[in-house]
């Protein structure tokens, strides 16, 4: 019954899925699935507003996205 964005978490033991936890907003990394042309966060609002969306299709490339995060001083 949820609507609206949110991520579902699992543990994988002895290939068996367990629950971890449902949190009803989107993951932390949801900003990265726009590296597929496809802007979830964009999506998730337009829908929330009752605006009719087109959801594009998705780039089938194949590539590796990661995100690395660095402190930084800012003193």
Same mark, same amino acid.
């Given at each position: ?19 971890? +936890? ?23 609002? +337009? ?13 089938? +490339? ?6 690395? +995060? ?6």
């Amino acid at each position: 019954g949820l609507y609206g964005p949110f991520n579902i978490q699992f543990r994988m033991h002895n290939s068996i899925p367990y629950l971890l +936890e449902i949190n009803t907003r989107m993951s932390g990394g949801t900003h990265l699935s726009c590296m597929t042309g496809i802007n979830i966060p964009y999506l998730a609002m +337009e829908t929330a507003m009752l605006r009719r969306v087109d959801i594009p299709e998705y780039k089938k +490339e194949k590539m590796r996205v990661s995100q690395v +995060e660095t402190p930084i001083n800012l003193s």
